[in-house]
């Protein structure tokens, strides 16, 4: 019964360890910063001021998201699916965005909710401010 315990405690403790530790692939590009969320379901608005260029955050189904720095020769800071309650914040501008699936995400531009009423692929461009 002890060995079923202590089994069951040291596999908890490292799904929690997998869950909570960094990635141990290439960290992110130097101009964006990435905080995974433990955010409620809506976030408080945030003035234009105090708001990152962009923040992308998933709310729906998990989705494929593309963000780059804006150019033809322009850094690809993001490519692949988030899932869902993921949250991305990019501090530069200006930047192009491309996500699979509108429906499944809020996206803010200086702290604006950006609408995209088809819910199908949503294509934004972040100026510089």
Sequence with gaps: MAAALTLVVVGGVALVNALTSESTGPGPAPSMT????????????????????????????PTSVFVKESGSRGAVLQRGVLATGETRRYDTAP??????????????????????VDGGRGEWVVPIR
């Design 95 to 116: 930047l192009d965005v491309v996500v699979t699936n509108s429906a499944s995400v809020e996206v803010r531009i200086y702290g604006t909710l950006q609408e995209d």
């Design 34 to 61: 990435v905080h995974p969320s433990q955010e409620p379901e809506s976030p408080p608005e945030t003035t234009s001021a105090s708001a990152p260029p962009l923040e992308i955050r998933v709310v729906g189904q």
